[in-house]
Nanobody, 118 residues
Framework: QVQLVESGGGLVQPGGSLRLSCVASKSIFSASTMGWYRQAPGKQRELVAN???????NYGDSVKGRFTISREYAKNTLLLQMNSLKPDDTAVYFCNARVVSGGTGDYWGQGTQVTVSS
């Protein structure tokens, strides 16, 4: 059973920072493009950032220059460092694994809440 377990969400003031983590099973992590998506109330889920197996990163326009995505193969962990947070960043953040090698599959974590408010 594929599991993606997120952690690191919480309440932070505008301008603050948070780091999200997502631990995946080894087989899925090594075979997937990994990404973070978010969904705010009343809005569609949107891409925050993704990173392929070779380390190429892609960011949503609204987070460029503020967020950094990375992956640690030794720990099967996906990270999202979020700096200069804004109230508009408030959303549930989801970890995603899209299998690109040796099979197919699109897997999601349960989500972690990020709230940016004073």
């Amino acid at each position: 059973q594929v599991q993606l377990v997120e952690s690191g969400g919480g309440l932070v003031q505008p301008g603050g920072s948070l780091r999200l983590s997502c631990v995946a099973s080894k087989s899925i992590f090594s075979a997937s493009t990994m990404g973070w998506y978010r969904q705010a109330p009343g809005k569609q889920r949107e891409l925050v950032a993704n990173i392929n197996r070779g380390g190429i990163r892609n960011y949503g326009d609204s987070v460029k220059g503020r967020f950094t995505i990375s992956r640690e193969y030794a720990k099967n962990t996906l990270l999202l460092q979020m700096n200069s947070l804004k109230p508009d960043d408030t959303a549930v953040y989801f970890c995603n694994a899209r299998v690109v090698s040796g099979g197919t599959g699109d897997y999601w974590g349960q989500g972690t809440q990020v709230t940016v408010s004073s």
